[in-house]
């Protein structure tokens, strides 16, 4: 007798125009939230604290451009041909 596994596992399909979109959303929210960072610098009196606050807002550019790699990937897989393997 043989066990099979269970099938409680759910598949999720994003097309590749809706991962275009979320990456776009998404490295504007994150470029969105670096702005903020740098515009907020001149506040911040203590050095330590300036660096600190520098190093943050480069993630959220780190970030934005991981997220639009990603979209620029997906644009460019989107727009390949399909091909038949039969």
């Known amino acids: 007798m043989q066990a099979s596994a ?3 596992g ?3 399909k994003f097309t590749a125009q809706a991962t275009m979109v979320m990456a776009t959303i998404f490295a504007l ?3 969105g939230v670096a702005i903020n960072g740098f515009t907020s610098l001149g506040d911040i009196a203590d050095p330590a604290q300036l660096s600190d ?3 943050f807002a480069w993630f959220w550019i ?3 451009s991981v997220a639009a790699a ?3 990937a ?3 897989v989107a727009r390949a041909p399909m091909q038949d393997d039969a």
Do not use: E, M
């Open 6 to 8: 269970p099938a409680t």
């Open 29 to 31: 929210i994150c470029l």
């Open 53 to 55: 606050a520098k190093g």
């Open 70 to 72: 990603f979209g620029l």
């Open 62 to 64: 780190f970030l934005a």
């Open 10 to 12: 759910v598949q999720l």
């Open 74 to 76: 997906g644009w460019w």
